[in-house]
């Protein structure tokens, strides 16, 4: 029987939806009417609105797990190089 309550895909997030759920958060701030409907349009891929409160909410809790220092830096390897010199190149 199926449920009535709406289909939750969180699970399965591709690259881009992320990217497209970051520039929607920066978007739609805390002050948009709408702002979870407006997200999950943005988005797209049949995400719900509870699908992009729940994926908020992971990200925060990811967040809060990263600034307590429950979460190790990656080691990311040098590639060799001139340290300064890839700084400006990034910037």
């Known amino acids: 029987m199926a449920s009535s309550s709406p289909r939750c895909s969180n699970s399965g997030w591709s690259k881009n939806q992320n ?3 970051e520039r929607a958060l920066a978007v739609y701030d805390k002050e948009t009417p709408d702002r979870w409907e407006n997200i999950a349009r943005f988005v797209g891929g049949g995400k719900s609105i509870e699908d ?3 994926h908020y909410n ?3 809790e990811d967040v809060r797990k990263i ?3 429950h979460v190790p830096f990656p080691n990311y390897r040098s590639t ?3 340290e ?3 700084y400006l190149n990034y910037n």
């Open 58 to 60: 992971r990200l925060l």
């Open 19 to 21: 990217k497209l759920f």
């Open 80 to 82: 060799g190089g001139n």
């Open 52 to 54: 992009v409160k729940l």
């Open 67 to 69: 600034e307590s220092g």
């Open 84 to 86: 300064e010199q890839r």
